[in-house]
Each structure stands twice: as C-alpha cells, then as structure tokens.
C-alpha cells in the first residue's frame, strides 16, 4: 500500500485560505485515485474531494464546491487542497487517502494519513 503524510492545516479565520498537502510513498502513486476526507469532532467522517489517476476528472462535496480545489502532481508524489473562504463549519481534522477505484466513498479507500487539523475561528 502506499503511504500518506499530511501537512498544512493549521488556526485560520473564516474567510482566510489554506492549502493541505498529502505526501505520497510506497508504490506508484499515480496508480491511484487519492482524495481528501474530514471528520469534526463527534461527526462522522464525510469526503471532501477526489483526484482521479491523471488529474483531469475531479469532484467534490457540495458543500466545499467553488472554495475548494484538489489537484495532484504525479512526479512529486504529492496532492493538494486548496481551501478558500473557510468558514468555522470547516473544522475538522483533514485526512488524505488513496484508492484503487474512482470514488467519494470512503470505505474504498484503502490507505490513510494520520491527519491534519483546520481550526476555523469566526
């Protein structure tokens, strides 16, 4: 399996911007869809985003649609989300994950990072 490794979260203000980072390694990362899950405190975890393999197909929860941007570079082994007009509804620790199929749900996932938190103050 491959291995991820979050990093960037961090205290912001609502309206502020941040971007997250998911490092890859392990196996080829370009092997695999990747994609961004959070979980809020006494919340079930819920996805965010998803990557495809090449980058050119992406989606997203309503939610996060037009503030939000996943993007990944394949030579860097690294995916990113960018996250604009935060709001406090943010908060959340943000996991990176990968998987072999195209998918929003998370039981397809087979890898995980730790996490990284978002704290949203208003």
């Known amino acids: 399996q491959v291995q991820l490794v979050e990093s960037g979260g961090g205290l912001v203000q609502a309206g502020d911007s941040l971007r997250l980072s998911c490092a890859a390694s392990?196996?080829?990362?370009?092997?695999?869809?990747v994609g961004w899950f959070r979980q809020a405190p006494g919340k079930e975890r819920e996805f965010v985003a998803a990557?495809?393999?090449?980058?050119?197909?992406?989606r997203y929860a309503d939610s996060v649609k037009g503030r939000f941007t996943i993007s990944r570079d394949n030579a860097r082994n690294t995916m990113y989300l960018q996250m604009n007009s935060l709001k406090p509804e943010d908060t959340a620790v943000y996991h990176c994950?990968?998987?072999?199929?195209?998918?929003?749900?998370?039981?397809?996932?087979?890898?995980w990072g730790q996490g990284t938190q978002v704290t949203v103050s208003s």
């Open positions: 990557i495809s393999l090449t980058g050119a197909s992406t």
């Open positions: 392990g196996r080829t990362f370009s092997d695999y869809t």
């Open positions: 994950a990968a998987s072999a199929t195209y998918s929003t749900a998370a039981t397809s996932y087979g890898s």
